[in-house]
């Protein structure tokens, strides 16, 4: 589980977000830090069984993701996240593929799969499979558990004009216009500091299951 001290040194960390602090905090960070890694440990055993095709190179330290943030072309100087986020591909080590992602944040932590506003060519895959085979994805994404677990698919950004190739009275027209295919579920303080919560994220990440399959086989 997350220990309730995570998740204070994280809101205490939004409140006082400058290097004077987080210095004189840094052992709180990496207390906080390697509860992270090792409830993230714990979790991606779970997942790799459900995964077969997971990276075995892909191991909890290097699945948290940095906390020092990238300030350079950024209205926003603050130089630190106030979260921990985790990565989990589907495929290889590196994120922002079909992935599994898990946000640790007080009042603002969730799980999430599937991808995150993907590259032309990669985009230009799902659509094609998305056009010849949306029964599959409908079945996925229009169940009523999905749909209670991660409300409306179509409700993602969406293009304002029809993609290339496509014409606007395609049946599909709302899936293949999506930018993003993700599903994500909010999870509560209450329930990421719960004794059985690596079992509660890893139960969501099994829902997500079929989507992150479907979209790996769009891009295979």
Known sequence: MIYQESLDFLKDLAENNNREWFTANKQRYEKARENVIDFTGKLLEIVRKANPGMDENLDAK???MRIY??????????PYKNNFGV????TGTKGGGVEYYLQIQPGN???GGGYWMPE???LKAIRQEIDYNATDLKKIIDDKEFVKLFGDFRAQEQLKTVPKGYEADNENIDLLKLKSFVAWHKISDKEITDPNSVQLVAGMCARILPLNVFLK???A
């Open 87 to 90: 990565s989990l591909p589907t």
């Open 109 to 111: 932590s969730f799980i």
């Open 69 to 78: 943030r990238d300030i350079r072309f950024r209205i926003d100087k603050t």
């Open 62 to 64: 290097k699945s948290v």
């Open 217 to 219: 086989n769009a891009l």
């Open 120 to 122: 032309a060519p990669h």
